[in-house]
């Protein structure tokens, strides 16, 4: 199956850090544009960080600016989000994207809860 697979959510106090990893399953991630996105309970999904194909551009949504970061390995296909700083309004399904050669590709989701 040909979809990104997301790993290392979890439960974490507030100020906590965690890492997700998003892994590729049939293809490779040269040539995507990786990005990361969220949606909490009851809210629509948003953006929250993006690579480009060539690792050199990042951008962020204002929400996660100065704690978040967003990079990747082609050479072991996996994008990360480094989460630092963790807050409760944090909390929610972090979903993996890969757009690019006229695919768009979603994985299936990993959880992310912060407690106050």
């Known amino acids: 199956q040909v979809q990104p697979v997301e790993s290392g959510g979890g439960l974490v106090q507030a100020g906590g850090s965690l890492r997700l990893s998003c892994a590729a399953s049939?293809?490779?991630?040269?040539?995507?544009?990786m990005s990361w996105y969220r949606q909490a309970q009851e809210k629509e999904r948003e953006l929250v960080a993006t690579?480009?194909?060539?690792?050199?551009?990042?951008n962020y949504a204002d929400t996660v600016k100065g704690r978040f970061t967003i990079s990747r390995d082609n050479t072991k296909n996996t994008v990360y989000l480094q989460m630092n700083s963790l807050k409760p309004e944090d909390t929610a399904v972090y979903y993996c994207?890969?757009?690019?050669?006229?695919?768009?590709?979603w994985g299936q989701g990993t959880q992310v809860t912060v407690s106050s």
């Open positions: 994207n890969a757009k690019g050669w006229g695919n768009d590709y």
């Open positions: 049939g293809f490779a991630y040269v040539g995507y544009r």
């Open positions: 690579i480009q194909s060539t690792g050199t551009s990042t």
